[in-house]
Nanobody, 125 residues
Framework: QVQLVESGGGLVQAGGSLRLSCTPS????????MGWFRQAPGKEREFVAA????????YYADSVKGRFTISRDNAKNTGYLQMNSLKPEDTAVYYC??????????????????WGQGTQVTVSS
């Protein structure tokens, strides 16, 4: 069983920054990519960003492009989402995701094999 453990959520004022982390636990698995989705109250879960693990190829939703940066640290086996210039509309539960094999488009939630429990990010105005 693979579990994705997220950390780093919290409350921040608009314009501030947060960094989310995601580390897998449990059995080892072949990881092609990891990413982040988010879900705000009353809204559908939406894609945020993804990174191909070996070559660090990244992809972002238009709504976060230029403000968020996804990265990974192979030595620590951890992925990150650096969120800058946060806006109240970024308020949501953020979920870490991972996939075993290449499956696209990354923006489709059904192409991801593993999901974390989610971490709350709240941006006050």
């Amino acid at each position: 069983q693979v579990q994705l453990v997220e950390s780093g959520g919290g409350l921040v004022q608009a314009g501030g920054s947060l960094r989310l982390s995601c580390t897998p636990s449990g059995r080892t698995f072949s990881r092609n990519a990891m990413g982040w989705f988010r879900q705000a109250p009353g809204k559908e879960r939406e894609f945020v960003a993804a990174i191909q693990w070996s070559f660090a190829i990244t992809y972002y939703a238009d709504s976060v492009k230029g403000r968020f940066t996804i990265s990974r640290d192979n030595a620590k086996n951890t992925g990150y989402l650096q969120m800058n210039s946060l806006k109240p509309e970024d308020t949501a539960v953020y979920y870490c995701v991972a996939q075993n094999e290449m499956s696209t488009p990354w923006s489709d939630r059904y192409n991801w094999d593993y999901w974390g429990q989610g971490t709350q990010v709240t941006v006050s105005s």
